[in-house]
């Protein structure tokens, strides 16, 4: 039983000393994820049609 609270007092004063983002960081954070994965979105959507209007071209 020691050992689980050790763990734990461990996990708390490691997680002191994490240094966590204000709220205007955290936004654009993840504006720039949702922007990343937008773009993603659209570059596959453009490879795949390519892709699909090569394959009916040849088949």
């Known amino acids: 039983m020691s050992q689980v609270k ?7 004063a490691e997680l002191k000393k994490i240094t966590w983002p204000t ?3 955290m ?3 993840t ?7 937008a773009l993603l ?3 596959f959507f453009a490879v795949d049609l390519v ?9």
Do not use: C, M, P, R
Request: hydrophobic fraction near 50%; avoid cysteine.
């Open 41 to 43: 979105t659209i570059f």
């Open 51 to 59: 892709i699909s209007q090569v394959i009916n071209l040849l088949g």
């Open 6 to 12: 050790g763990f734990f007092k461990g996990v708390s």
């Open 31 to 37: 504006a720039q994820v949702l922007i990343f994965v």
């Open 27 to 29: 936004k654009s954070y």
């Open 23 to 25: 709220d205007k960081e």
